[in-house]
C-alpha cells in the first residue's frame, strides 16, 4: 500500500467519523436519569430465582427434591428438608436459601425444577455493599415473587 493510498483511507476514516459524531449531534440523547427514571425491562428479564407460593393453600410450591440445588453450577443453593418428630422426610423444605453473591443467573435451577417451584423474577435492586445481604431465604425469595413480575422460562420457552 502506497503513501498516497494509506493518507487517502485516513482522510477518509476520519470524515466518516467525524460525519457520525455531527449526525448523532442532533438526535435526542437517550440517556435515562437511572433512579428518577427506570428503564423498561422485558417480562421475562433474569435477575433472581425467586420462590413460587401455591396461591390456595399460602404454601410454597417447592418440596425440597434438591433438583435445583444438584444443577446449580456454582453451588448457591442450599435445601434442608423438613423432618418431623420420628424421623420421616415432609414434603416441604425446613430452610430454602439462595446465595445471590454466587448466582450466575443461568436459569438452571428453574429448569430443573418439575414442580413449577422456582420462576426469575425481574427485580434488578437488589445491590449491597455487604455481601451477607445476599444471602436470601424462603421466605424473602417468597416475598420477592410475591411482588416481582416473575416468569418460568424452560427449554427457551416462556411458560
Same mark, same amino acid.
Given at each position: 500500500? /502506497?503513501?498516497?493510498?494509506?493518507?487517502?483511507?485516513?482522510?477518509?476514516?476520519?470524515?466518516?467519523?467525524?460525519?457520525?459524531? +455531527?449526525?448523532?449531534? =442532533?438526535?435526542?440523547?437517550?440517556?435515562?436519569?437511572?433512579?428518577?427514571?427506570?428503564?423498561?425491562? #422485558?417480562?421475562?428479564?433474569?435477575?433472581?430465582?425467586?420462590?413460587?407460593? @401455591?396461591?390456595?393453600?399460602?404454601?410454597? @410450591?417447592?418440596?425440597?427434591?434438591?433438583?435445583?440445588?444438584?444443577?446449580?453450577?456454582?453451588?448457591? +443453593?442450599?435445601?434442608?428438608?423438613?423432618?418431623? #418428630?420420628?424421623?420421616?422426610?415432609?414434603?416441604?423444605?425446613?430452610?430454602?436459601?439462595?446465595?445471590?453473591?454466587?448466582?450466575?443467573?443461568? @436459569?438452571?435451577?428453574?429448569?430443573?425444577?418439575?414442580?413449577?417451584?422456582? #420462576?426469575?423474577?425481574?427485580?434488578?435492586? &437488589?445491590?449491597?455493599?455487604?455481601?451477607?445481604?445476599?444471602? =436470601?431465604?424462603?421466605?424473602?425469595?417468597?416475598? &420477592?415473587?410475591?411482588?416481582?413480575?416473575?416468569?418460568?422460562?424452560?427449554? /427457551?420457552?416462556?411458560?
Amino acid at each position: 500500500m /502506497g503513501t498516497l493510498e494509506r493518507l487517502w483511507h485516513t482522510a477518509k476514516s476520519m470524515v466518516v467519523g467525524h460525519a457520525i459524531t +455531527i449526525d448523532e449531534m =442532533f438526535h435526542r440523547p437517550v440517556t435515562v436519569r437511572y433512579p428518577e427514571e427506570k428503564p423498561p425491562f #422485558e417480562r421475562g428479564s433474569r435477575s433472581v430465582p425467586v420462590l413460587k407460593v @401455591n396461591e390456595a393453600t399460602g404454601r410454597l @410450591n417447592c418440596v425440597s427434591c434438591g433438583l435445583c440445588e444438584r444443577s446449580c453450577p456454582p453451588g448457591c +443453593i442450599e435445601i434442608v428438608q423438613a423432618v418431623d #418428630e420420628s424421623g420421616r422426610k415432609k414434603s416441604w423444605p425446613e430452610s430454602f436459601h439462595l446465595d445471590l453473591s454466587h448466582c450466575m443467573v443461568c @436459569n438452571l435451577c428453574v429448569e430443573a425444577c418439575p414442580f413449577d417451584a422456582l #420462576e426469575m423474577a425481574d427485580v434488578v435492586e &437488589l445491590s449491597s455493599y455487604q455481601v451477607q445481604d445476599l444471602r =436470601f431465604d424462603q421466605d424473602q425469595l417468597a416475598e &420477592l415473587w410475591k411482588t416481582s413480575r416473575s416468569l418460568r422460562v424452560a427449554d /427457551g420457552q416462556k411458560l
